[in-house]
């Protein structure tokens, strides 16, 4: 996924020159830019708060700056910058964090990032962006442009398999209905945003065989929420699971929740389950596979954990 | 003191007048750097606030804000009369400044994050080829934020020559003097070796200030910086180089009063 925003990003930006790359000492293979487009590629120091400040400073002389970087550093590192800098004064700066989730799992809890979706859509005027692979990544990419407010671009795995298709337009904030159970009978709903939505479209074909109907509402965007898709389906749903390779706190099923809450009667509420990482820091390494199978995030065991929640 | 260092210390008291508190000995330590970029050095259009060519000024410590609205009420981006709703309901002048009000270039008040700003902005005018010059006021207190010493090398690298870096410094921030809670020094020799070209005047002093500025850039391939030596709430004799009015509450109608007469004709 990231070779995809890398390429896409090389080529809008020598088509608009208000694109700028900023690159905190992350190797992106995008260096060849200094000596083609100097003016739009930045390699700057291990200063996360300053690239950001200085995006800012960038963006409010109407510029985009992309600010690369691993997700735990620029999110955790320069909180205070991404708040005040960014989104308070509403510069359209895009951050573009790399290895989200459980994808540096070899690095361990340094590393690893499992709270940046909360962090980042707690933040008023912010954008929370996370791509389930290249197809979509690129379709996003001329939005994530134009788009006027500041973005957390949230990247979790590295050239996976695609699950979205070429045809088919994109737009930052609509949901889009990847798989559709049989709209006669009511079924289980997975909501499921980044590297989880891959996860969920493997699970559904598991149940598939089992006989449990589901539908796969997959969130590129996470805030703002695309609140009216998750209100239709969840009437039409016997069971609704969250997936994220987030902790349950503060990430997308959270922020269903609270739509869940806020628009429907608890008495028409089915039951919802969130499928995520738990409260704690993970200090095992390993692979995002190994990981996602130590938490009860990989097809197989989604599936059966559905079908046990389907039997309650 | 000159009347129109008066005049603007007038001003200040008139934001404090209705709010009876504020960050007062910041702002009357940086009345004379801002009022001699602004009457000497700098170019803007007040009805233009974003005229595209106009120099960038930005207050990094942001809670002086109030020398910041004097000098833009007394150059006519605000109405002089506006400086009285200073951190009132409804007001847009809050007790730290806000990039939605005219003249304010960046939002600050959370300290270390103006440098890096300015920064982006002297890249900008570069890139866009202007002519355009950044003025970033640090306090000397502020310097303990890492992130302006991660700023300073950028700027450094990137041979910002337009940028200049002013350090209001009072030698006092909230809790006691800089020496004491985190010394700063040799602070000179810091920033030459942060990679710029470094001048100290004394920060109150109009004509030295403004030979000084309009000596800028001190290099050609380096950004610049000034070194104010200033006086913590200078101008009200009994709030000089005390901590304790760097913020002050509850200010009494008797101390109001002293304030007035103290800023009367010499």
């Not at chain 1, 609509?174 to 493997?202: D, Q, R």
């Not at chain 1, 990430?251 to 008495?267: F, P, Q, R, T, W």
């Not at chain 2, 129109?4 to 009345?31: C, N, P, Q």
């Not at chain 2, 440098?115 to 000397?140: E, P, T």
Request: aromatic letters at 6%; charged letters at 25%.
């Amino acid at each position: 996924m990231f070779y995809a925003f890398r390429d896409t990003i090389y080529e809008l930006a020598k088509m608009d020159k208000r694109i700028i790359l900023i690159s905190a000492d992350q190797d992106v293979g995008l260096s060849h830019m200094q000596s083609e487009m100097p003016n739009q590629f930045f390699m700057e120091g291990i200063s996360e708060a300053n690239a950001i400040g200085m995006a800012s400073g960038l963006a409010a002389d109407g510029f985009r700056p992309f600010i690369l970087n691993h997700a735990s550093f620029l999110t955790r590192r320069c909180y205070e910058q991404i708040v005040l800098d960014a989104c308070l004064q509403e510069r359209p700066i895009r951050l573009v964090g790399m290895g989200s989730g459980l994808a540096t799992a070899h690095l361990g809890p340094t590393h690893t990032i499992i709270e940046d979706i909360a962090i980042t859509r707690a933040i008023p005027g912010m954008t929370v962006i996370a791509p389930c692979d290249a197809v979509e990544m690129k379709k996003l990419m001329p939005h994530i442009l134009k788009w006027p407010k500041p973005v957390y671009l949230r990247l979790a795995r590295y050239g996976k398999p695609i699950v979205t298709r070429d045809e088919g337009e994109v737009e930052i904030g609509k949901a889009v209905v990847l798989y559709k159970g049989e709209s006669s009978k009511k079924n289980v709903l997975l909501i499921s945003t980044g590297a989880m939505t891959l996860s969920a479209i493997k699970a559904v074909e598991e149940l598939k065989e089992a006989g449990i109907e589901c539908t796969v509402l997959h969130f590129h965007t996470i805030k703002p929420l695309d609140k009216n898709a998750i209100i239709e389906l969840a009437q039409k749903a016997k069971l609704i699971v969250t997936l994220e390779d987030h902790t349950i706190i503060g990430g997308l099923g959270s922020a269903c929740l609270e739509v869940l809450m806020d628009n429907i009667h608890s008495k028409n509420l089915p039951q919802v389950y969130r499928m995520g990482l738990p409260d704690k820091f993970i200090h095992q390494y390993g692979t995002q596979e190994s990981l996602m199978e130590e938490f009860g995030l990989q097809p197989l065991q989604i599936a059966n954990r559905i079908m046990k929640l389907m039997k309650k | 003191m000159d009347e129109r260092s008066r005049y603007l210390r007038r001003l200040i008291l008139s934001g404090i007048e209705g709010t009876r508190k504020g960050h007062i000995g910041s702002a009357l330590s940086v009345v004379e750097i801002i009022r001699v970029l602004y009457d000497d050095i700098m170019k803007y259009r007040p009805q233009e606030p974003l005229w595209p060519e106009r120099d960038r000024f930005i207050l990094s410590k942001g809670h002086g804000c109030l020398a910041l609205y004097a000098v833009l009420a007394d150059k006519g981006f605000l109405d002089v009369e506006e400086l009285k709703t200073y951190a009132l309901e409804n007001s847009r002048l809050g007790g730290c400044p806000e990039s939605l009000v005219p003249g304010i270039e960046a939002t600050t008040g959370a300290l270390g994050h103006g440098l890096s700003i300015g920064v982006g902005m002297a890249l900008a005018s570069r890139i866009q080829n202007r002519r355009s010059r950044v003025y970033v006021v640090l306090g000397d207190g502020e310097l303990d934020e890492g992130s302006i010493w991660e700023a300073a090398l950028c700027a450094a690298k990137h041979k910002l020559s337009h940028l200049t870096a002013i350090i209001d410094c009072n030698k006092l921030q909230l809790g006691g003097s800089t020496k004491e809670i985190l010394n700063l020094e040799p602070l000179r020799e810091k920033w030459i070796s942060f990679g710029f070209t470094v001048e100290e005047v004394d920060g109150h002093n109009v004509d030295t200030l403004k030979a000084t500025f309009k000596r800028l850039p001190f290099s050609s391939d380096k950004p610049s910086m000034v070194i104010c030596h200033t006086i913590k709430g200078k101008g009200f004799s009994f709030a000089e180089n005390d901590y304790k009015w760097h913020w002050k509450s509850g200010i009494d109608d008797a101390t109001i009063l002293k304030m007035k007469s103290s800023l009367e004709k010499e």
